[in-house]
């Protein structure tokens, strides 16, 4: 059983560019959440402005900081670029630690970011500057970045995002023509399997929404020789029950509630 934490040095990242096609790193809450944000799209503002915005506390007027009370406060904490994570010394000797990169583009909101293929080459070109490759691993919920990155780097290891929520569905199953997150595929052409669409892309990885997984999608996935990272559970009464229930990572926003949990180890799947 792994865990993949949001907010440590080697977490999921969300790279972003500037208006210089500089990488930054933000955790996966939106910088609009950040208290001070200039609520403008990272890919118009410069290197030297993103690395200006203090991301040490969240909004506290933001409903994202209500559902996050035990968030401990880092004040003056400038906004990393992605180059500045990789290369802080302590991650490069942790060689047993993944990245788990995400890449967060959409197809609704283009004007927020350069091309997912554009994001794709940048986040590789970088990688291999710190000899990280062995360690990448790269998910998105837009699978056009995934997509190019199977094509142009097939030993990557890819982690198909996703979730069937009304506040976010990228599989779009049982509505007309193709969803424009799943890089032109249709989850209907494949019988509603999302683990079988995932597998004839090239995927490692499944990461569907905790809620979404079913005991029946988890036995397919696997019998497919996919592993299933589920996100983001942090009650633990969920990190126990998706342990006992086999899946192969949880990301979660409280990674010492989920090691203390899966210390026992009947909880365990190695």
Request: net charge neutral; proline share 9%.
């Amino acid at each position: 059983m792994s865990i993949v934490s949001n907010w440590t040095s080697a977490c999921r990242k969300t790279p972003s560019w500037s208006s210089r096609t500089t990488p930054c790193s933000i955790p996966i809450s939106s910088a609009a959440l950040v208290s001070g944000y200039p609520r403008a799209p990272l890919k118009d503002l410069t290197a030297a402005e993103i690395k200006s915005l203090d991301v040490g506390r969240i909004d506290p007027a933001s409903s994202y900081a209500s559902r996050h009370p035990k968030q401990q406060p880092a004040d003056a904490t400038p906004m990393p670029l992605l180059e500045d994570v990789l290369a802080m010394p302590a991650l490069q000797a942790a060689s047993n630690v993944c990245l788990n990169i995400e890449i967060k583009t959409s197809p609704k909101a283009p004007h927020e970011t350069f091309p997912p293929a554009v994001m794709a080459d940048a986040l590789l070109a970088l990688v291999d500057k710190f000899a990280m490759r062995k360690r990448l691993r790269v998910q998105s919920f837009d699978w056009r970045s995934l997509v190019h990155v199977h094509a142009v780097a097939p030993d990557i290891p890819l982690s198909f995002l996703t979730a069937e929520r009304s506040w976010l569905n990228n599989v779009e199953r049982g509505q007309p023509g193709k969803s424009e997150w799943l890089a032109g595929a249709d989850i209907d052409d494949h019988d509603g399997s999302l683990p079988r669409l995932i597998k004839s892309l090239g995927g490692t990885y499944w990461s569907p929404y905790f809620r979404d997984l079913t005991p029946e999608a988890l036995k397919e996935a696997h019998d497919l020789g996919l592993q299933v990272t589920i996100w983001t559970v942090n009650q633990p009464k969920d990190i126990q029950h998706y342990a006992d229930l086999g899946v192969d990572a949880i990301i979660t926003d409280y990674p010492d509630v989920a090691r203390s949990i899966l210390k026992n180890p009947a909880t365990r799947r190695n």
